[in-house]
Every structure is written in C-alpha cells, then in structure tokens.
C-alpha cells in the first residue's frame, strides 16, 4: 500500500521523498487544496487518473498542465504510474513512468521545455 500526496490545484506530487509527512500548503504553489490518497496496488483495480491545467488571464496557453495517475502501458500490457507536468512559467518538462508492481522506473525525464520540443518529434500528446 502507498499513499499519494497529491495538489489539486497544479498537480504536484508533494510526498516523493518522505511517504509519511504531512502537508498543509502546497511546497509549488502554496495552494491547500491538498489530496491525500491510499492506493491498494494488489487489491484494487480502481485506476485513477487526475488531468489538470493551470491558466493564466492573458495568457493563451496554460501556464502549466499536468497528468497524474495510472495509466495502461501498452508495450507491457501492465498498469503503470504517470506523472507528467509541463511547466511553460519556469520551463520545464518532468515525466514518470513507474512500474506498479515492480517499482521500477520505466521512464524518467526531467528538462527544461525548450529542450523537450526542441528535439523535434516530441510532442505533447496523450498516449
Ligand atoms: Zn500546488
């Protein structure tokens, strides 16, 4: 069993390091909108998903968006973990795949935005 400490408001996995602290405040965005969530890999098979875009007056694009949650990961027909934020204000790209059962990192990456697109073929698209 793991526990999710999750922001509501910009997405922020907010217990990475240590899955026992508790939050009042958002460490990102100050926000208190917080989520906390027990997740039963073994016996549940309720898969959960949380989508989210921040967004700014007068700015087209939202400043930032995020997917948290579990995902179906085709190549190994298996349930992962993702979480992807694109963070247009401080330019960066962050995303994780983790394996549910295993714990282990499928994919990580962690740049600056610029970079990301700047690769050519990466887009941002929902698999
Ligand atoms: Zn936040």
Same mark, same amino acid.
């Given at each position: 069993?793991? /526990?999710?400490? &999750?922001?509501?408001?910009?997405?922020?996995?907010?217990? =990475?390091? +240590?899955?026992?602290?508790?939050?009042?405040?958002? =460490?990102?965005?100050?926000? =208190?909108?917080?989520?906390?969530?027990?997740?039963?890999?073994?016996?549940?098979?309720?898969? +959960? &998903?949380?989508?989210?875009?921040? !967004?700014?007056?007068? /700015?087209?694009?939202?400043? /930032?968006?995020?997917?948290?949650?579990?995902?179906?990961?085709?190549?190994?027909?298996?349930?992962?973990?993702?979480?992807?934020?694109?963070?247009?204000?401080?330019?960066?790209?962050?995303?994780?795949?983790?394996? !549910?059962?295993? +714990?282990?990192?499928?994919?990580?990456?962690?740049?600056?935005?610029?970079?990301?697109?700047?690769?050519?073929?990466?887009?941002?698209?929902?698999?």
């Amino acid at each position: 069993m793991s /526990r999710i400490v &999750q922001c509501r408001d910009c997405g922020e996995i907010l217990n =990475t390091e +240590d899955v026992h602290a508790d939050f009042s405040a958002c =460490t990102y965005c100050g926000s =208190t909108n917080i989520d906390y969530r027990l997740s039963f890999t073994e016996t549940l098979s309720l898969h +959960d &998903q949380v989508e989210g875009k921040v !967004k700014v007056k007068g /700015r087209k694009k939202p400043i /930032r968006e995020f997917i948290s949650g579990d995902e179906l990961f085709k190549v190994k027909k298996k349930w992962v973990f993702k979480h992807r934020i694109i963070d247009r204000e401080n330019d960066r790209y962050f995303e994780k795949v983790v394996d !549910k059962e295993t +714990d282990e990192v499928i994919h990580e990456c962690d740049e600056p935005l610029s970079e990301h697109f700047g690769h050519g073929s990466a887009k941002f698209k929902k698999e």
